[in-house]
């Protein structure tokens, strides 16, 4: 069964660019989450996406927009890019209730210069 | 906000010895409490979770202690080895979905 797989996994953008990250969820697993992961900040949650609707959202400014298609693939986009936003993206998926085992993707590495 | 606090912040145990990382949580509302093990390069994986309504939970080397009064659990990873050596971050969360709020992180390192 193949894991969480996320796309691209390394990518340099420059400041004011847009930038849009793809993620295939485990196998019949309909909740796909988003993290950012900093060396300041740690672990945060950006947005949980279910049946192709937002479901909960972080404390993330309004540049920061993800969608889910009804194969349950995810995407994030950051819009105007900043240096602050350099970080490793992780998607997650699981199944539809809390409780349920989170799986995380290995991440998108985001360089912004 | 943090709403999970996690300690130490690092950590450096003999090989054969016992690591023990604490977490602490404000929100009464969380009801689960999973641990992830992140290796350089990869994403956190899964090591072991639990639920309120059980004080501990045990999983080969891998034990969490859970106090509810005190909104306290820990990690007691015993007999620790090199290949420990690891980023361990606990995390919560409550009935509002799949979205987990995690502690700082705990970077172990096991020495041979």
């Known amino acids: 069964k193949a894991g969480v797989t996320q796309t691209p996994r390394y990518l340099i953008k420059t400041r004011g660019q847009q930038v849009t990250l793809s993620c295939s969820p485990i196998s019949g697993h309909r909740s796909v989450s988003w993290y950012q992961q900093t060396p300041g900040q740690g672990l945060q949650f950006l947005f949980e996406?279910?049946?192709?609707?937002?479901?909960n959202k972080g404390n993330f400014p309004g540049r920061f927009s993800g969608r889910q298609f009804s194969n349950s693939r995810s995407e994030m986009n950051v819009s105007t890019l900043e240096l602050g936003d350099s970080a490793l993206y992780l998607c997650?998926?699981?199944?539809?209730?809390?409780?349920?085992?989170?799986?995380f993707g290995e991440g998108s590495w985001l360089t912004v210069v | 906000q943090q709403q999970v606090k996690q300690s130490p912040q690092s950590l450096i145990v003999q090989k054969g010895g016992i690591s023990i990382i604490n977490c602490a949580y404000e929100?009464?509302?969380?009801?689960?409490f999973p641990w992830y093990q992140q290796f350089p390069g990869k994403g956190p994986a899964l090591l072991i979770a639990i639920r309120p309504d059980v004080s501990e939970k045990k999983e080969g080397r891998f034990t969490i202690s859970f106090n509810k009064s005190a909104k306290q659990f820990s990690l007691h990873i015993m007999d620790s080895q090199p290949g420990d050596s690891a980023t361990y971050f606990c995390a919560a969360s409550g009935n509002a979905g799949n979205m987990l709020t995690f502690g700082g992180g705990t970077r172990l390192m096991v020495k041979p």
């Open positions: 929100n009464t509302a969380f009801d689960y």
């Open positions: 997650a998926s699981s199944l539809v209730g809390p409780g349920n085992t989170i799986y």
């Open positions: 996406y279910f049946s192709e609707t937002q479901r």
